[in-house]
């Protein structure tokens, strides 16, 4: 056993899960990725999770840091190389009643925020689904049903409490290393193994939400009118536009506008929804009062041997009319990709570009397209999905890290913008020069080339 193993199995509390072990093939792999880590650990403490980190510097083998393990590039794991698994980290607590500040462990779930929060009548805008983790969800973004409102999950950060390269822990804050609290909000995993986030929430009643669903003849006009009317809709209004669900017909499919509006005034929710019904012909309506709980689905696990291909990019406010007009046709087309369009503006637009590492505030959409099915199919499809991002290119401003299945050179470009990246890599230089944390749209410690 190596002195690297000696420390670990010393130090280390949580459980040390191994090929051949019970349980291995299950957190071997994350939810839309295969791998066969070496190590699966799973910290229960701060110290665990420093003395995993001491144990990947030490052993030299590739790390990959898994908060919910939904990544689309499979970062949650790797082959051969170590998988901090903090699923044990995921307590939801309110700290301070009076601010709303709420503690949530580092591998924790949005569901689970969700559920938490409930009693106290409180709630953090994220994303639509239960089973996304808090920790990657929230390090590159978070676009969730409250988003014009309330912001990015990670506009709702406070402070976070991170593990370092160098096994030190600290909290990072407005006040205490700003730099690194700029950085994590927006860079992703590039910088720490986040054992808590602290955020603000804000209170909740019960919301409207549901999907307002028109004939696919009618696509463009109602994209159009639609992405027209949500730049000045009251922001309680947060809305996504499917073309193309594969559970609906795909190609076939009608376009299905889906509303959140964050309130439970009746009169309110109509104001605000009816415009969007008054675009085409409604087919079908179920909008509906919920618990904003309620509103999150279930994350399914797709089986061994499934491939997921995901891509995504922002829209500005002049390309949107062209950008449109090519998904409505695309997303008619055979082998569509499924298609969401989901609305920014509002409250994220009004933080500057440069207060955060997120830097595309000013994007009035954001587009992401996922294939999936067996391998063979998704190769199959990878071809035409290429062509249509080609088409889209040209009118993208940038790329959210959180859809994207790759993280070559040109993703990372798109997803910091030159200055946004140069920043992040002095950052890293400071926090991880050895690039301990690479599992992620890499940032280097060295300068841009
Ligand atoms: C079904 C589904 C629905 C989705 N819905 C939305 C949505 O509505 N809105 C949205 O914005 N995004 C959405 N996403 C995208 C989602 O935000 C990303 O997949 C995100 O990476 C998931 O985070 P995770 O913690 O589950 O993933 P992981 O695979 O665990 O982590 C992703 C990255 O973050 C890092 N990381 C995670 N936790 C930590 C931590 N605590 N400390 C340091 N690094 C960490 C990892 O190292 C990795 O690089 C969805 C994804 C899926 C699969």
């Given at each position: 056993m190596s002195s690297a193993q000696e420390s670990l199995r010393r130090d280390f509390r949580g459980d040390i899960i191994e090929p051949g072990d019970a349980g291995y093939e299950d957190v071997g792999r994350s939810r839309l990725a295969a791998g066969s880590p070496a190590y699966v650990l799973r910290p229960r403490t701060v110290e665990d999770v420093q003395a995993a980190v001491r144990f990947a510097v030490e052993s030299g083998l590739t790390l990959s840091v898994r908060g919910g393990g939904h990544s689309f590039a499979g970062f949650g794991t790797n082959d051969g190389g170590i998988v901090i698994d903090l699923s044990p980290l995921a307590g939801?607590?309110?700290?301070?009643?009076?601010?709303?500040?709420?503690?949530?462990?580092?591998?924790?779930?949005?569901?689970?925020?969700?559920?938490?929060?409930?009693?106290?009548?409180?709630?953090?805008?994220?994303?639509?689904?239960?089973?996304?983790g808090v920790g990657?969800?929230?390090?590159?973004?978070?676009?969730?049903?409250?988003?014009?409102?309330?912001?990015?999950?990670?506009?709702?950060?406070?402070?976070?409490?991170?593990?370092?390269?160098?096994?030190?822990?600290?909290?990072?804050?407005?006040?205490?290393?700003?730099?690194l609290f700029w950085a994590i909000?927006?860079?992703?995993?590039?910088?720490?193994?986040?054992?808590?986030?602290?955020?603000?929430?804000?209170?909740?009643?019960?919301?409207?939400?549901?999907?307002?669903?028109?004939?696919?003849s009618e696509a463009v006009e109602v994209l159009q009118g639609w992405a027209e009317y949500l730049r000045t809709a009251p922001e309680e209004l947060t809305s996504i536009a499917n073309l193309a669900n594969p559970f609906a017909g795909g190609p076939e499919a009608p376009v299905e506008i889906h509303v959140a509006f964050d309130g439970d005034d009746a009169a309110a929710a109509a104001r605000a929804i009816d415009p969007v019904r008054r675009l085409?012909?409604?087919?079908?309506?179920?909008?509906?009062?919920?618990?904003?709980?309620?509103?999150?689905v279930e994350g399914g696990?797709?089986?061994?041997?499934?491939?997921?291909?995901?891509?995504?990019?922002?829209?500005?406010?002049?390309?949107?009319?062209?950008?449109?007009?090519?998904?409505?046709?695309?997303?008619?087309?055979?082998?569509?990709?499924?298609?969401?369009?989901?609305?920014?503006?509002?409250?994220?637009?009004?933080?500057?570009?440069?207060?955060?590492?997120?830097?595309?505030?000013?994007?009035?959409?954001m587009v992401a397209t996922v294939t999936g099915g067996p391998v063979a199919v998704v190769d199959a499809a990878r071809e035409g999905v290429d062509a249509i991002w080609g088409k889209l290119a040209p009118h993208l401003s940038g790329a959210y890290a959180n859809f994207l299945t790759t993280a070559d050179e040109t993703d990372v470009t798109d997803v910091y913008p030159?200055?946004?990246?140069?920043?992040?890599?002095?950052?890293?230089?400071?926090?991880?020069?050895?690039?301990?944390?690479?599992?992620?749209?890499?940032?280097?410690?060295?300068?841009?080339?």
């Open positions: 939801v607590e309110v700290v301070d009643p009076g601010r709303h500040v709420v503690r949530i462990g580092g591998g924790a779930h949005w569901g689970d925020v969700a559920e938490a929060l409930t009693p106290h009548g409180l709630a953090i805008s994220s994303g639509d689904t239960r089973s996304v990657g969800l929230t390090l590159s973004g978070g676009i969730g049903w409250k988003v014009r409102k309330h912001g990015l999950a990670l506009d709702n950060v406070v402070a976070a409490e991170l593990v370092l390269a160098d096994g030190s822990f600290v909290t990072a804050s407005a006040d205490e290393h700003p730099d909000r927006g860079g992703g995993g590039n910088f720490g193994v986040v054992t808590a986030f602290h955020f603000v929430a804000h209170p909740t009643t019960d919301v409207f939400f549901g999907k307002v669903v028109f004939p696919q085409g012909t409604v087919v079908a309506d179920d909008v509906a009062l919920m618990a904003y709980a309620d509103v999150l696990s797709p089986p061994p041997g499934i491939e997921v291909l995901a891509h995504d990019g922002f829209v500005d406010r002049e390309a949107v009319p062209e950008v449109l007009q090519i998904l409505a046709q695309v997303g008619t087309s055979p082998g569509a990709p499924s298609i969401a369009i989901r609305t920014v503006g509002g409250a994220v637009a009004r933080v500057p570009s440069d207060a955060t590492a997120y830097a595309h505030r000013q994007a009035d959409l030159k200055s946004t990246y140069e920043r992040l890599a002095s950052v890293k230089r400071r926090y991880d020069a050895d690039n301990l944390f690479a599992r992620n749209h890499n940032v280097r410690p060295g300068q841009m080339s």
